[in-house]
């Protein structure tokens, strides 16, 4: 149980176009969900927080008009990067959490190139 | 504010040898504390957790973790080490102003095991 999937789990894109990541708990309802990044051998990063129904809350420093979140349901987020560029390039991973509990259940992250 | 410190970026041993990777964690509150793996170009998979009670906690694939609250520390051990433990170790905390659902991860320790 407990099982959470991304997709694409990787794309290509061309500088300036946008591309959806999404982020779905296929056992479970997830009343929050999580993004990260992650560069190349560093660690993970929160970019922000989503609850269902309600706008996500951004980490300092992640622009929300450029990551823009959407956890239109239980069981689906979706991070859409807006006029990616270079250096957006990186993989994307996120995680969701069922009712009130902590423990986090982790995708298997997407990996973003812009070229 | 909540701070993770995983010593040693890359740790080495032997097949078969101990594996000791460290962690020590800042936190005003009584922390939860978490050892993750993470294969190449995969998400996260939870090893073990340390919520409340016993201190020493046991997780899948042979390691366990024991919590110094003294020590601030929460370090992964394994007593004979696999090739397939080769990957990247991250040790993650939460609690605080996060709450327990929001975690803070470490740099990130990658172990080698060779032959």
Redesign the interface.
């Known amino acids: 149980g407990a099982v959470?999937s991304?997709h694409p789990s990787w794309v290509i894109c061309k500088s300036g176009t946008s591309v959806k990541i999404e982020c779905r708990s296929l056992d479970f309802q997830a009343t929050?969900m999580?993004w990260y990044r992650q560069f190349p051998?560093?660690?993970?990063?929160?970019m922000a927080?989503s609850n269902e129904g309600s706008k996500a809350t951004y980490e300092q420093g992640v622009e929300k008009d450029k990551f823009l979140i959407n956890h239109a349901s239980l069981t689906l987020s979706t991070l859409t990067v807006t006029s990616a560029h270079p250096e957006d390039s990186s993989?994307y991973?996120c995680?969701a959490?069922q009712g009130a509990?902590?423990?986090?259940y982790?995708?298997?992250?997407t990996?973003l190139t812009v070229t | 504010a909540q701070s993770v410190t995983q010593l040693g970026s890359h740790v080495s041993v032997s097949e078969g040898a101990l594996v000791l990777l460290r962690c020590n964690y800042s936190s005003s509150v009584p922390p939860y504390l978490f050892w993750y793996v993470q294969y190449p170009n995969q998400g996260l998979q939870l090893l073990l957790k340390y919520t409340t009670g016993a201190t020493l906690v046991k997780g899948i694939n042979g390691f366990e973790a024991e919590f110094k609250k003294s020590e601030t520390s929460f370090h992964l051990t394994k007593p004979s080490a696999h090739m397939s433990d080769a990957a990247e170790y991250f040790c993650a905390v939460s609690g605080g102003r996060g709450g327990y659902n929001k975690l803070i991860f470490g740099a990130g320790t990658r172990l080698a095991v060779h032959p």
């Open positions: 959470v991304q929050t999580f051998k560093q660690s993970l990063m929160l927080t993989f991973i995680s959490t509990r902590y423990e986090q982790f995708g298997p992250g990996r």
